[in-house]
């Protein structure tokens, strides 16, 4: 992906991986709590 002078395609391309990221930290927070079964 060459570097381009608009920061809005790079915005918007960079909030999917912060949304996936934090999905998927939430659910793995969620799989060790009830493994661990401390709720």
């Known amino acids: ?4 002078t608009e920061d809005d395609s ?4 960079l909030w999917p991986t ?3 990221f934090a999905f998927a930290a939430a659910i793995f927070v969620s799989m060790f709590v009830m ?3 401390f709720a």
Request: no cysteine; proline share 7%; glycine share 22%.
């Open 35 to 37: 493994a661990t079964g």
């Open 10 to 13: 790079k915005a918007f391309g």
């Open 18 to 20: 912060i949304a996936g």
């Open 1 to 4: 992906m060459a570097p381009d």
